[in-house]
Nanobody, 122 residues
Framework: QVHLLESGGGLVQAGDSLRLSCAAS???????MAWFRQAPGKEREFVAA?????????VYEESVRGRFTISRDNAKTTLYLQMNSLKPEDTAVYYC???????????????WGQGTQVTVSS
């Protein structure tokens, strides 16, 4: 069993930065971990994934590449999403998730956190 708990969301202005954290418990090592987001009225979408352990390959959705950085601290079993140069269109509930094998599809992920709200004002 894996439990995920996100934190770090909030209300910021365009151009600001935020760092989201996802505290994980259970057998998360060697599993792909990812961030997804869901804006009001839209489907949940892939944001970024870390394919394995800390320092492993990463994948980003095109609109966040160069602004967001996904990382992992295996010692603290915590996943991070550093978000810089935030835009109003980044406003969404952000979820962390884990799967045996990474995918851009949310259906591949069988453990999810409860989400944390990020609101970016213009």
């Amino acid at each position: 069993q894996v439990h995920l708990l996100e934190s770090g969301g909030g209300l910021v202005q365009a151009g600001d930065s935020l760092r989201l954290s996802c505290a994980a418990s259970g057998r998360t090592f060697s599993r792909a971990m990812a961030w997804f987001r869901q804006a009001p009225g839209k489907e949940r979408e892939f944001v970024a994934a870390l394919l394995a352990d800390a320092g492993g390959p990463t994948v980003y959705e095109e609109s966040v590449r160069g602004r967001f950085t996904i990382s992992r601290d295996n010692a603290k079993t915590t996943l991070y999403l550093q978000m810089n140069s935030l835009k109003p269109e980044d406003t969404a509930v952000y979820y962390c998730a884990t799967a045996s094998t990474w995918s851009r599809s949310q259906s591949a992920y069988n453990y999810w956190g409860q989400g944390t709200q990020v609101t970016v004002s213009s």
